[in-house]
């Protein structure tokens, strides 16, 4: 991979002696979904797919940024003068927007770049494509201008230009697990405060399968922003009733006391969501400390059928994915996973079932639907590095 990334980049930008070249994972969360920017628990993993990069510094302001996934829109050239968010700018928003931060928080770059970037994320998956790009930005930057920064920090910075430059109003827990990432391990993260654990993935003759929808969605312009309004809006009206700073600070018995000083119908049910879902996270972690997989399955359905019925951010596409699955023996637990309205299912699946869940989901998947779903069998890896 390294010598085919380094060919390309060299054909492209010429040969230089200094091309380092990076890769930053994608990650799955295996539940805890539309907890993080209410204030609860996630349990996300880095995933051995991700996004590679080459990069070399310039001896001018220039920015020349290539991708291998869109080869059609050739180099997109930009300035470290001219750091704005531009439509026609595509993809190369997500790197800018963490130079731009950089900058913001004190970090002046003072150099431009040449960076080409082959991602092995399906696009539009909801397996973190933008949050791999953003870290691995903030993991070159690191590198080539040695700025004084903790992998926790790339984490940070790379949430905050996603919010203030690209106006995706995301949590930490996307860049959070790609930042952090360790192999074999999950995440036991507090979006509260960022404390975290890292819980062993002991998953004896099981696999991790991504379903992958392909129905493409665009975070901004999907209802991403509007559940976290109505979230906010059921907060302040409980919070009259009870001194809490987060809708995870609820138990479920709380919940139930105070819910109907949530004026409407649907917050209410998003609020719900939340809090249930951030008790069900802390639950599936506990039980995979006991080393009851079962139990954390049966977590993971419970899990789907709250953001189906109460956060509304399903659809037809991965419900029918999570039902499918479901159907199979040997199905430990299935659920949606990421932002929703399109994106990827994660399932637990025993060994001997995993090329029958394949073979049959899939079918089943594209007879109802009318086109095909992906499947990827998925290793838990480590966070950004050299190679």
């Known amino acids: 991979m390294k010598e085919k990334l380094l060919q390309k980049f060299n054909e492209l930008f010429g040969k230089g002696d200094d091309d380092r070249v990076y890769f930053a994972p994608g990650r799955v969360n295996l539940i805890g979904e539309h907890t993080d920017y209410n204030g609860g628990h996630v349990f996300p993993c880095a995933l051995t797919i991700g996004t590679y990069a080459v990069a070399r510094k310039r001896e001018d302001n220039k920015l020349r940024f290539f991708s291998m996934n869109f080869e059609d829109l050739g180099v997109i050239e930009s300035s470290l003068d001219d750091l704005k968010p531009y439509k026609e700018a595509d993809w190369t928003n997500y790197p800018k927007g ?220 991965l419900d029918t994915l999570v039902e499918e699955a479901l159907k199979i023996d040997g199905v430990i637990g299935s659920r949606m996973t990421g932002a929703g309205f399109g994106g990827c299912t994660v399932s637990i699946v025993k060994d001997d079932a995993v090329d029958e869940f394949i073979e049959k989901v899939g079918k089943a998947y594209e007879a109802k639907i009318g086109y095909a779903a992906d499947f990827y069998v998925v290793e838990i890896g480590d966070g950004p590095c050299k190679l």
């Open 98 to 317: 963490v130079m731009w931060a950089f900058a913001e928080k004190g970090m002046k770059i003072d150099k431009g770049l040449d960076i080409l970037l082959y991602g092995n994320i399906p696009n539009g998956s909801g397996l973190s494509s933008s949050a791999s790009v953003e870290v691995l930005t903030g993991f070159i930057l690191r590198d080539l201008f040695g700025f004084d920064v903790t992998n926790q920090d790339l984490a940070l910075i790379g949430q905050f230009s996603e919010n203030k430059f690209n106006g995706v109003n995301c949590g930490i827990m996307d860049q959070f697990a790609i930042a952090m990432g360790k192999k074999d391990n999950a995440i036991f993260l507090d979006t509260a405060t960022l404390k975290f654990e890292y819980a062993p993935i002991k998953l004896e003759n099981a696999k991790i399968v991504i379903s992958c929808s392909n129905k493409k969605r665009g975070l901004g312009d999907s209802k991403y922003n509007e559940r976290r309004s109505e979230c906010e809006q059921a907060l302040s009206e409980i919070q009259q009733y009870i001194g809490i700073e987060t809708l995870g600070d609820l138990t479920e018995e709380q919940f139930e006391m105070y819910k109907t000083s949530i004026k409407d119908e649907d917050r209410q049910k998003r609020a719900k969501h939340a809090v249930y879902e951030n008790q069900r996270t802390i639950k599936a972690v506990e039980a995979l400390k006991n080393n009851d997989v079962e139990e954390f399955g049966r977590l993971m359905i419970a899990s789907h059928d709250s953001l189906r019925d109460d956060y509304e951010v399903t659809g037809i596409e």
